[in-house]
Nanobody, 117 residues
């Protein structure tokens, strides 16, 4: 039985910052590659950033230099630090394992990020 819970979203002005958290259950979190996704109304869900068990990270071109993904395997928590936010970053943000059939393959409720101009 595994579970992911996102938190930290909110309303912020353009240029501001937010830090999202993803709390995971189970010790197997530490051996899974995880990712942050986002979806805006009328848009396809997209992968924003991913992080390997050892901390190696990849980012979508749209967020490079502004977002930082990290993880704490002891606390079983993943983070997304979002700086220099833009209105186009407005979306519901989700955390999930990258493996479609893996232990963290289910979508949760996500956390809403709204960036005002």
């Amino acid at each position: 039985q595994v579970q992911l819970v996102e938190s930290g979203g909110g309303l912020v002005q353009a240029g501001g910052s937010l830090r999202l958290s993803c709390a995971a259950s189970g010790s197997i979190f530490s051996i899974n590659t995880m990712g942050w996704y986002r979806q805006a109304p009328g848009k396809q869900r997209e992968l924003v950033a991913s992080i390997a068990p050892g901390g190696g990270a990849n980012y979508a071109d749209s967020v490079k230099g502004r977002f930082t993904i990290s993880r704490d395997n002891v606390k079983r928590t993943m983070y997304l630090q979002m700086n220099s936010l833009k209105p186009e970053d407005t979306a519901v943000y989700y955390c999930k394992g990258l493996r479609a059939s893996g232990p963290f393959s289910s979508w949760g409720q996500g956390t809403q990020v709204t960036v005002s101009s």
